[in-house]
């Protein structure tokens, strides 16, 4: 019993995904409504119905008391989190008891994050990103539903069974050889070919990575490319698997493959087989989630309706047809959120994936646009707060500034498209009471100006990035066969490890390698928050796969006991802990989040600040905490570079406190030594 539903203020329904049963509970709720003789309500309209009440409700709130309700129960136990961003409501519900408050703020934050992804500014404009998630062509709407919806399903699926969801940091092959050996080959080679190609039509290869399922193999970047923030990564990690997905249960090896496999013990050694005299294995069919259809019989009726419903599906990804993406880059003058960017997505083999970033010619105009929105988002701040006259405009970049820009930048757009003549009215008119004499100058009368102003920018923003304005034989990405030969060019170098590379990434790290150095240890995770990196042991909960934690029932206990055990510990952290220990049964957790420079000297521990209960959630792929909380700590350590390290571990209940915490020492240096991975 889940959904999720985003509305406008009116109570339009922006964007719905439901579960099965939360869909069929509204379809026997609305039908059993309906007079005789007549059909059932569409879908939409019912959960508009059943939403409206909430929403109308939420806005009387606002409106009369300023504030409104962010949670509630019902008499039935079904959980409601509601969250208001500018003009868009998100409501997540949950009526089977699987997830609680927390988890579904995170879901309505990470919802917004991958809409950001997708759609950039133009969700800083209400009207547009309404006009956006809710487009007029009924047939148009339904495939971006669709694609939302599969998204959110394949963010659900990885955070309730990978562990580098469950913490929000990425987690790499560890594999030191291979991995260097194929980053100076992303440098070198396929790079390097790409961006000196005459094909790639003015577009630049900023990132190359390599994805093994969720684990990134290979990740190289060029130099003139702004670091990757983990938030961004984390978020086309879940488009790749959303595009190509992993269905690792398809292809789970025995019992007497682990050691083989796990690559950790010090006597660890893999010689590849000979590359296969053909190359069919690299055709294969692609794997997809979900269980072995059912073939039954069902009523005409019902079947073509199905079969009308067809029409309606996404059409498997073209490869070579990029997405635009909206990632944030680190310039000299400072962040840069948004930015338009093209992501290439090169299946290699089932399981292994080529991912390649893009620099497109036009980027340039959305570090203007988002330069001159700030400028004006601070003025409005500043009109709302009182401020007017001079005191309006003080700051960088003041408005005064930004006026001989955007008069050069709206003239370099030319006259011919429409919105570049809206924007040259509503800045005309701008000019005239802002800075004309006898005007009305810079009061509050301006406020509504300012916004006018932003729903301008933003439309420019939309139609550079958003729409194909671009003559029909004029290129805009990698040519196909450029894209074919760095698919080859990578096939070929993996060609002798895709076997090994598709069962290491199940078995990355296993506890056999630890369980001398420290008995009675369970399980660990280890995460460096400077770089967004993890580093745990595998969990495997098939039925089919045998480890250290046992079979099926048991490995799945575990399981349950260590995302319970990340919940608690974020909660903690929430009012202010850094370090938590609790004893469950059996078991016995630790968690411990400290500081250190670059040198690795431990930092002393000041007081951790304490969130508010409507906070955004603690992670690094909806909202970054931990880089504002490393801000917030850098205070007290001016000229350091200052480093953040969470661990996490179970013990055996039995073995004595004093024990597991010189385990925790030991394991928290030991994990992060050059001469072990070097690569992390």
Known sequence: MKCLLIASESAEVLFHWTDPEFQQHIQEQYGAAQEEGQGLPAFEDSISTLFAPIIISCSTMVDRLGDSYTCFATENNHIY?????????????????????????????????????????????????????????????ARLWKHLQSLLETYSHLREND??????????????????????????????????????????????????????????????????????????????????????????????????????????????????TDRDSSSSEKPVRGSTPVFEFVDPDIQMAEDSLQTLEVPPPDPSTPRRVFLEVSQKEGLYPMMPHSMYCLPLWPGITLVLLTKIPTSEVAVSVYRFLEAFAKLEKRLNEGQEGSSATRGQPTIHDIRSKLDKFIKALGPSEIQSAQLQNVWTEFKNRAFARGGPGFNKDLIPWCKHMKTQLCGIYRQCFLIDSWPVDIPQRLS??????????????????KDFLLVKSKRNITMVSFLEDFPGLIHFICVDRST?????????????TTSELGKGPVAQFIKRKVWSLVGATRRYLQKGYSTVTLRDGDFYFCYFLWFENETGYKLEAGEMPILPDDSAPIGMLAWDYYRKLMRYYSKNHQGEVVKCYELLTVHLGIIPTEIILQHCRQLASKLWEPSRNPLL
Not at 164 to 193: N, Y
Not at 487 to 497: A, G, H
């Open 480 to 497: 196909p066969g450029l894209q074919e030969r760095a698919q080859s060019m990578v096939q070929e170098k993996l060609m002798d490890w």
């Open 81 to 141: 989190v509601l969250h208001q961003f500018d003009e868009c409501l998100y409501i997540a519900v949950n009526g089977d008891g699987e997830e609680g408050e927390d988890d579904l703020k995170r879901k309505i934050y990470v919802m917004k994050k991958m809409i950001e992804v997708m759609f950039g500014m133009v969700t800083l404009s209400g009207n547009l990103i309404r006009r956006e998630l809710r487009p007029q062509d009924t047939e148009q709407r």
């Open 532 to 544: 967004g990196q993890m580093i745990a042991p595998s969990l495997n909960v098939t039925e089919c």
């Open 163 to 276: 562990q580098s969801f469950l913490v929000e940091a990425v987690e790499r092959l560890i594999h030191p050889t291979l991995c260097e050996q194929c980053i100076e080959f992303l440098e070198r080679r396929l790079v390097q070919q790409l961006n000196s190609s005459v094909e790639r039509a003015g577009e630049e290869v900023l990132h190359a990575f390599i994805l093994v399922h969720t684990k990134l193999l290979a990740f190289y970047s060029s130099r003139n490319a702004s670091s990757l923030a983990t938030s961004d990564l984390l978020a086309l990690i879940i488009m790749a698997q959303n595009m190509y997905p992993s269905n690792i249960e398809l292809d789970e090896t025995g019992p007497e493959d682990v050691e083989t496999a796990s690559g950790s013990g010090p006597e660890s050694f893999y010689t590849p087989e000979p590359s296969p």
